[in-house]
């Protein structure tokens, strides 16, 4: 039933006066049957406040344009705002006029609690523009502000004599404590003054506490005066006779660091470090591995040989000097097991039939029986009427698509694929324990006290790897392998790499296990004295160089099998205790071989050195072994009979036997544009094993062999490097023979 015009109207009077609102920003649409007035009156009748509140603000053009038309509402307004926050000031009001200002620490939380209570009072009436205008301002608001704002100026400007009298050590944190927030750092720039209350602290204890609260915010000045404060009053605490006296020093400082408390300079005592460690044993190659000390303490520190260190000014001139000696770095490398693991690689490719072809052209012969059937469907179809004809002329249209679709996809799909082609092989995988040692003498010569102390100081470090040795490069799962496998770099690199240690271990150690104290020698005397404790180590070290007794042949002592990670294997002799010679050839492309010694010792070594054009390698090697003795004169005689130590085909150990047949001056194998090197020519038997093995005249080695030339038609040509050319190569790399 249809509304006749009157009932039309009305309801077009009634859906004018709704409220509304814009439905792209959701804002109150208003109209003139709508108005922010009566807007605001429904808000109010609702009971929201806040809301309306936020009307008359958004709205206060309109309000400001006729106020005496809407006075009744925005009186009433005002009137609900002002029952909702009177209280709130009246009671913010109360609070502020009890407050008996200046006051003692333990009534600040009352005087923060009534500053706050009042800033939140003054920020809920400056929510409603309504009561700042000057019709509706409240009177207690205005009060509040006033006493607000100069009770506020009045602690802020009493801060300083607040800090002055405030108990730094025992109370809680002053700047947070403060019923004010202040800044620290803006405090200390206006008060420079403070500096001396917080080092004025009464003992050790009180700096420490001030220094734990206030570190972050004190500026370094403090900091530093704090920390020598600290340790001045450690020492008097202490009792010592002489506040000099070594123990008592140190136990202060330690204490000073314990604090957190920084120490610049130690006072009243100037301390010296002086590193004496041989540089014999440096360039002797016995320390592996660098060990430093970490001067973690406030002394000087000198590095100087024996001879001088005394000399050095510094060192003259010390209360105490600590002289710090390191007589061993060792690094020891076991093989704690060893696994063979199958595995394959890829040597090639090769072509496969494809089977997704085959489905396609499958796919094809069907497709093109189906388009065949449906098109001899429509042939036959005579008579068959309108729809019939449609119905197959469809079918025809699809299996077309069909067929099309299998065309693209045979001359998408490739007729074969490629195959990778695998081949079974194994490699090594050995877990190692590489172990890192040092031995550290130290002297500690307390002149005040008129003592000497010395005492060592040992370190270890172990760390475990696992290594692959003949992983193919084309493994087929090589990189799932070295996920869990350590590189020879990274076993390298903790070998090499340095160790540590603080001074001041040392001499916690020297406190807590004191030595008997010795009277301070004279200078000459002490120099005299840590010499010859030098050269005793320097004479073990030389006494164990020839520790290898002797079996059948002497000469097997010196000799030692050389297994490359690939699998091959050559032979090396030793020329220092510790040093094995080879040929570069046998040690191509790794860094690290490991041996065996004739004694059935299995070592490892690293390669040091390599000379690519004479064929020549230098090994440092962890066992000892009995050097060789090299010939001297400068004539070998013609057919004088030698013999060869090395190991042919495997057959560890063996000797051969020959003459010398000539010396030539041949183009290298492996740089054969550099310069000749000479070789001894012989009829001695060379097979792949002897590679790097000595050539030995009368029990001096001539040589090292390096090769032969082998053919059907061609016997008895083997050929070693001179040993001219051997021993230049070895005193080059600061290697001195026998």
Known sequence: MGLGHGSFAAACITLAGCAATNPTTGEFVYNAFFSPAQHLSDTLDAGDLATASNIYEDQAPFFDAAPDKHQDVIQRLASAITAEVLPELSSAVRMVETVDWPA??????????????????????????????????????????????????????????????????????????????????Q?????????????????????????????????????????????????????????RELAAILEAVFATNAAGLPLETI?????????????????????????????DLPVDTATAELQDAFARPAVMAADILIIVDVRAARVDR????????????????RQVANPEYRLAENELDVATINYQQARAALSNCVGCGLIPVLILRGAIT????????????????????TEPVYQNYSYSRMSLEVSKEADVKYYVVDRLAGVLVEDSFELRETRSFTVSYDLHEADRTRSQQLVNLDSEDAVLAFEDSGVEVGLSAILKQFLESPMERQPVPAVADLRERILDEKNAVLAALEARRFGIEANDDARMESVVVVYHPSGGIGTGFY???????????????????????????????????????LDL?????????????????????????????????????????????????IRSTFMPGGRPVRFFQTDTAINPGNSGGPLFLSGLVVGVNTQKLAATEIEGLSFAVHYAEVTEFLHQNGIETR
């Open 617 to 665: 390698a230098i090994i440092q090697v962890q066992a000892r072994g009995q050097p060789v003795e090299f010939y001297k004169d400068l004539n070998v005689p013609l057919g004088a009979t030698v013999e060869a130590m090395g190991h042919p085909t495997g057959l560890e150990f063996s000797v051969t036997r020959g003459v010398v047949s000539a010396m030539r001056e």
């Open 187 to 243: 405090f200390h720039a206006e008060h420079p003054e403070a500096h001396e209350i917080y080092v004025a602290q009464p003992n050790a204890d009180a700096l420490a506490q001030v220094f734990q609260e206030y570190r972050f915010a004190l500026p370094a000045r403090t900091t530093n005066e704090m920390g020598l404060r600290f340790y001045e009053a450690r020492l008097n605490e202490a009792g010592a006779a002489d506040s």
């Open 267 to 295: 006072p009243g005592a100037r301390v010296a470090m002086i590193d004496v460690t041989s540089r014999s044993l440096v360039a002797d190659k016995q320390l592996q591995f660098a060990v430093g000390i970490d001067v």
């Open 575 to 613: 020329v220092r205790d510790d040093v094995i010679l080879t040929n570069f050839h046998v040690i191509d492309g790794t860094q690290f071989v490991e041996m065996k010694l004739y004694s059935g010792q299995e070592t490892f070594g690293r390669v040091i050195a390599q000379d690519v054009r």
């Open 398 to 417: 699809e299996a077309e698509g069909v067929l099309q679709a299998a065309r693209e996809k045979v001359s998408g799909t490739p007729q074969t694929l």
């Open 104 to 185: 003692e620490p333990d009534a600040w939380p009352s005087v923060r609690q009534a500053l706050e209570s009042a800033t939140a009072a003054i920020a809920l009436a400056e929510e409603h523009d309504i009561l700042l205008a000057a019709q509706y301002r409240l009177p207690a608001y205005d009060s509040l502000l006033r006493q607000h704002d100069a009770l506020k100026k009045e602690i802020d400007e009493s801060a300083w004599a607040a800090f002055a009298n405030f108990p730094l050590a025992d109370g809680p944190n002053f700047f947070a404590a403060y019923p004010v927030t202040l800044s620290a750092a």
């Open 334 to 349: 076991k093989i704690t097991r060893t696994d063979t693991v199958s595995s394959e690689f890829q040597t090639g490719a």
